[in-house]
């Protein structure tokens, strides 16, 4: 069998997974030639955990997603801190800005997203670069920044309500920062969230420390002391983080001259307009949709490894349903599926329970009694129930309001011997029911030790001793039973 | 010796669990009576089965003459010289014709230490097969082979039971045991009270009602839940440093995979929420003393070797393992499911738990045995894969049966009966015609526990006396009986294979030194004159082990081990076709494939048959009511089980128990696939779909 060279553009989260499945399929790298190329210096590290850093769980070491030698180990060419700067499609060769020419039989974009920063006078230096004090929270350099500027009491702005905002400005005020998040929308995270769910989630950040400015945007930005707002208002800011969104990064499936819309276009086989160029991750577009989450880049590396290997020529990747959760210390958000669902859309079954002096606010879409969207904000065990049905498609609980409240409802703790009924197992380990008590009372065991010698309750685990207490103390003070 | 010579009142243990409470046996000429006694590991508690113990002596089904197949006739019964002749001969010409490979051997965790020791001697020298396992091999496998790498050796509970009473908080995984051994429950009171019982399960057992938080995973998830737990660990800032830097390896690489379950991850892939997740973990962490516990639930699965070394990295990480007063243990499950795994009647190992492909322990125990080292046979199939090559050519062509009862307890267990039924010889030592002894062509009657000496190592390592109270009925024998009368016809000097318990208790420890379950210098004598005597103990003056690893653990450097271990899905998943997760389990009026307990009135009446535990509204769905007769489907085949509505199920999960015979086998169901490791079979998840049971008889094998 010949050896195909397939080199992986991009040592990210989508890039190295990509790398380590193939690895699994071909250990030995008999069916592939594995070459990574990382524009960045510095090792594949885990995005998603960028927020716990800067929650103060974990340090930058922590994160990475390889050991060091990892590459030598596993049988794969990497190249860190080489950008790649042409993809010539005539010849099958990549281009890398140190000149070096790698053929290719295939090649895989994992470039991912770059920020998105809004022309805001100040934000920028003279070299287009953020201005000091102004930082994306976009990667391990940004995080890095962001850490050196945090001091507690310091005044901090985040530019942008979304979920990565909302993430930094929580991690910001768990280290003693002042934040206010501006926001230009009446409602926070409003492409996940209901104007409800949105007000109920800015009380409990607020309630956290967080401070926010609705409706406005940033009009100038002058570093290290304060942003001014359009309406004319000054906010201190020390730091200004900026989470106002990511753009695929597709400028070299662009440039050789692949079909792009807001993403690279790729089909369920990750295939590109070219078929020997495939893309995943966040720089793709499937089926319409540029997916910034990391599960979804994880199952189409996992197709594409089936693919590029040959392990499974028919694997194809469909879609992942999209769940969106809030990492926020303190505050339990799940956002999926379709939820701008009004309490009267025809065909759709809405349940809504509200609780915003609990900081709970729950809302479910059903459709032909299957989940297909909820915002599911305090609401902890309803959201781990409600994502797997989701994921599944499995019917909903015929009981919504229990499934929304959880645990809330709690199941009754007290009882009353009177009211158990006869044939109530009070004693597991020996299966001694309440009437088997009540009737060796009656055949002259009256205090509980001659009930457990005649019937061994409590004698297994013990457990029901309090019961068999219960009971007893019942038998001897209930009135004799009309004649 | 005859019965006016025995004690009215015996001090023994109970014939079920790993727990072996102490029992009084009491035998007056109208009848035999069982109580409990004053122990440590069950206080003065014993659940029903143990009280119920003593009719299964007089049960109308006991065997009391061996019994015999010839050609295609009725099982016949037979002197004991004209069986054991019968079966020597058969066995010789089997071996003659096809090797001493064709020759199986299957033994079980319920057998004595010394039953267990000479099941794995005869295999090796006086049938010369490597195929010689253990129904172990379907319990404790997972977890031995996950302990043996963290901490190099495997005691199920490397403390005495009673430590646990001191316990804030104890994160149990997959253990049921307030149903499996009850009297357990008393040792987590303090958790308990304080809140702080943790369990793993994905139904509401009897004993998640115990449990101040319990986590309901989706079936055949707990690998990703022990990393969401190990990651919270980490980013919650609980992770016990110094210990993981001075009496631990390789933390580093399990942390590289652990960092992929972030708690919002983990929680899609599992089920449980995150705020659960931080607060198990916040509650282990904070305890004064903590405990991480496993069991079936979480071992028997096609992955249960990661999975059980994830929760073992867990227990690391919170710097548990070998420190007073908090440590990692898996519960063991059958009565000697302990020494059942230790004196070498498994496929890998000799006595004294050591390799079979360890040449310093070959030497050594050849040497013991008066045997070239040569002449012992290497590394054998293992317990599903001796039944699964039963009757096939160039497979096992005689298997010999102790103390275990496949045809009910194997995954898969329909497709296993058809291979049992190719057998050319089927030998099967029981006290009964057990649903695998019916098919056999040689069956054995055999002593029961109250009716022999012996002892057992029960699931905190504590080797225990059980004595004999009475005289088996006429006829009976023991298994040793059985062993040594094949060996001796096969050529054996009968030195060799003695049938006095004392002695091959001697012999077993002689064979063993050295090994990591050093029994050497335990004796019966020393048991009688009432020693508390853990593993390892190696000589006569030796006060025995009831805490390791508190210097340091048997490994390298004296550090414990993380295993880098990741989550992967079960090797079947849940679809249009079956969209139901089934997991199985135990019943506390039963054990295990309720050989004994099937045959007590009292048990039968607390659970007479097969049940199917579902969520109201999926059993609604699939047109069932409460006490419907439902058939549950999987790939393999049908089980024909009556509904029970149990609102604490999850939607996409039903429970049966695995207790019941015939149509009602809940392992007609279950999948096959073994551990890569381990070779345990993946009994707690696999794929089936709820219809109702249209038929009358209900079920079928296939």
């Known amino acids: ?186 409602h926070l995270m409003e492409r996940q969230l209901d104007p409800g769910a949105g007000r109920v989630l800015a009380d409990a950040l607020n309630r956290t420390g967080v401070e926010f400015r609705f409706g406005r945007f940033a009009r100038r930005c002058v570093p290290g002391s304060e942003v001014e707002l359009d309406d004319g208002t000054l906010v201190p800011a020390e730091l200004v983080v900026v989470s106002t969104g990511v753009r695929p990064a597709a400028d070299l499936a662009r440039d050789c001259g692949l079909h792009v819309e807001q993403g690279v276009v790729v089909d369920d086989a990750l295939r590109t307009s070219d078929p020997r160029i495939h893309a995943l991750g966040d720089c793709a577009q499937h089926r319409g949709v540029v997916n910034g989450l990391v599960q979804p880049a994880w199952e189409q590396a996992t197709v594409l490894a089936d693919l590029l290997t040959g392990a499974n020529p028919g694997a194809r990747y469909r879609g992942t349903p999209v769940v969106t959760k809030l990492k926020a210390r303190g505050i339990d958000l799940a956002s999926l599926g379709e939820v701008h669902v009004e309490l009267d859309e025809p065909g759709a079954e809405v349940v809504r329970v509200e609780d915003p002096t609990r900081g709970r606010y729950a809302k479910v879409v059903l459709r032909d009694n299957v989940i297909v969207g909820a915002i599911l904000l305090g609401t902890p065990d309803a959201a781990a129930t409600v994502v797997q049905l989701f994921d599944r498609g499995l019917p909903a609980p015929d009981d919504r309001v229990a499934l929304l409240l959880g645990r809330s409802l709690a199941e009754a703790t007290t009882v009353n011997p009177a009211d158990l009924p006869a044939s109530t197992l009070v004693c597991r380990c020996n299966t001694v029911r309440k009437e088997q008590l009540v009737t060796a009372w009656n055949g002259g065991a009256r205090a509980v030790d001659t009930l457990v010698a005649e019937t061994r309750a409590t004698t297994g685990c013990g457990t029901c001793h309090d019961l068999v207490s219960a009971i007893a103390g019942w038998l001897a003070t209930r009135k004799p039973a009309p004649a | 010796m005859n019965s006016a010579g025995l004690a009215a009142a015996t001090a023994t243990h109970c014939p079920y669990c790993a727990l072996q409470c102490g029992m009084t046996v009491e035998v007056t000429p109208e009848k035999v009576r069982t109580r409990p006694r004053e122990f440590p590991a069950n206080g003065r508690g014993m659940c029903q089965k143990g009280w119920t113990s003593a009719a299964v002596l007089g049960t109308p089904g006991r065997l009391t003459a061996p019994l015999v197949r010839a050609g295609s006739a009725d099982l016949r019964p037979a002197s004991w010289d004209d069986a054991l002749d019968h079966v020597a001969r058969r066995l010789t010409e089997i071996i003659a014709e096809h090797g001493p490979g064709a020759v199986g051997v299957l033994g079980g965790g319920g057998l004595t230490n010394e039953k267990a020791y000479l099941v794995g001697k005869l295999a090796r020298v006086a049938l010369r097969t490597p195929h010689v396992d253990y129904n172990g091999r379907f319990c404790m496998s997972s977890a031995a082979a996950a302990t043996i790498h963290a901490f190099g050796a495997d005691r199920g509970l490397p403390f005495p039971v009673t430590d646990l009473a001191e316990a804030d908080a104890v994160l149990l995984v997959g253990a049921n045991v307030a149903e499996t051994m009850p009297p357990f429950v008393q040792h987590l009171r303090r958790a308990i009270n304080a809140d702080g019982l943790v369990v793993v399960d994905p139904r509401r057992s009897a004993t998640a009602r115990l449990a101040g938080l319990h986590l309901r995973p989706q079936p055949g998830t707990d690998l990703a839940l022990a990393l969401g737990l190990l990651h919270v660990a980490v980013t919650d800032g609980h992770v016990d440093e110094a210990y993981v830097r001075d009496r631990t390896t390789g933390f580093d690489a399990a942390w590289r995979l652990a960092a992929r379950w972030w708690p919002e991850r983990t929680e899609r892939a599992t089920g449980v929420s995150v705020a659960d997740q931080r607060l198990a973990v916040r509650l282990l962490a904070q305890a004064d003393n903590a405990y991480v516990l496993t069991a079936r639930g979480t071992e028997q699965h096609a992955n249960g070797t990661a999975m059980v070394s994830a929760w073992v990295n867990l227990a690391l990480a919170l710097g548990l393992p070998g420190v007073a007063g908090s440590g990692y243990g898996t519960i063991t499950g059958q009565g000697n499911g302990q020494g059942g795994r230790e004196h070498g009647q498994k496929a890998d190992q000799l006595p004294g738990y050591r390799k079979v492909d360890d040449p310093v322990a070959r030497r050594h125990v050849a040497e013991v045995w008066g045997v070239p080292e040569a002449g012992i046979p290497g590394r054998g199939k293992s317990a599903y894969e001796i039944l699964d090559a039963a009757g096939r050519p160039g497979g096992i062509r005689a298997l010999l049966v102790f103390g275990t009862n496949p045809v009910v307890s194997a995954p898969d267990a329909g497709r296993i009966a058809e291979r049992l039924r190719e057998l050319d010889l089927l030998v099967v030592s029981d006290f009964v015609l057990s649903e695998t002894a019916e098919i056999a062509h040689a069956v054995f009657p055999v002593t029961q526990w109250a009716e022999e000496d012996g002892t057992l190592t029960n699931l905190e390592g504590r080797v225990l006396l059980r004595r004999r109270a009475l005289d088996p009925p006429d006829g009976v024998r023991s298994d040793l009986d059985v062993i040594s009368g094949i060996a001796v016809r096969l050529g054996q000097p009968a030195e060799r294979f003695p049938t006095a318990p004392e002695e091959v208790f001697a012999e077993l420890g002689r064979a063993g030194a050295g090994g990591p379950a050093d029994y050497s210098g335990m004796s019966h004598e020393r048991l009688r004159a009432g020693e508390s005597l853990y593993w390892p103990c190696p000589s006569p003056d030796h006060p025995g082990t009831p805490r390791m690893f508190l210097d340091g653990f048997p490994l390298p450097g004296g550090r414990a081990r993380f295993a880098a271990v990741d989550h992967a899905p079960p090797p079947e998943t849940t679809g249009d076709r079956f969209p139901l997760w089934a997991t199985t389990g135990r019943l506390l009026p039963h054990y295990q494939t309720g050989t004994q307990t099937r045959r007590v009135g009292e048990l039968t009446e607390a659970a007479p048959e097969v049940y199917v535990e579902v969520h109201p509204d999926t059993a609604t769905r699939a047109g069932l009511a409460e006490g419907d007769r439902a058939k549950v489907t999987s790939a393999r085949g049908s089980t024909s089980a009556r509904v029970r509505f149990e609102p604490g199920m999850r939607l996409d999960t039903v429970f049966l128990p695995f207790h019941f015979p015939d149509a009602q086998r809940a392992n007609l169901l279950t999948n096959p696939a073994l551990d890569p490791i381990s070779r345990i079979p993946g009994f707690k998840a696999c794929a089936v779909r709820l219809e109702p049971d249209l038929s009358t008889e209900g079920g079928s094998g296939r």
Do not use: Q
């Open chain 1, 1 to 186: 069998m010949t050896v195909r060279k397939v080199v992986i553009i991009g040592y990210g989260m989508a890039g190295a997974r990509l790398a380590e499945e193939i690895r699994t399929r071909d250990p030995e790298g008999a069916r592939v030639a594995l070459t990574v190329v990382g524009a960045e210096a510095h090792p594949a590290y885990n995005r998603v955990l960028l927020s716990s850093v800067l929650a103060g769980g974990l340090d930058i070491r922590s994160v990475l997603l390889h050991e060091p030698g990892w590459a030598e180990r596993a049988g794969v060419d990497l190249r860190v801190g080489v950008p790649a700067t042409r993809v010539d499609r005539v010849a099958r060769v990549v281009e890398l800005a140190d000149g070096t020419r790698l053929p290719y039989d295939a090649v895989v974009l994992a470039t991912g997203s770059n920020p998105w920063l809004p022309p805001v006078e100040g934000l920028l230096d003279e070299s287009g670069r953020p201005a000091d004090g102004v930082v994306a929270f976009r990667d391990l350099d940004d995080c890095a920044r962001i850490l050196e500027a945090a001091r507690p009491g310091a005044p901090a702005v985040v530019l942008g309500g979304g979920l990565l905002g909302l993430e930094a400005a929580r991690g910001l005020v768990a280290r003693g920062s002042m934040v206010t998040v501006v926001h230009p929308l009446g």
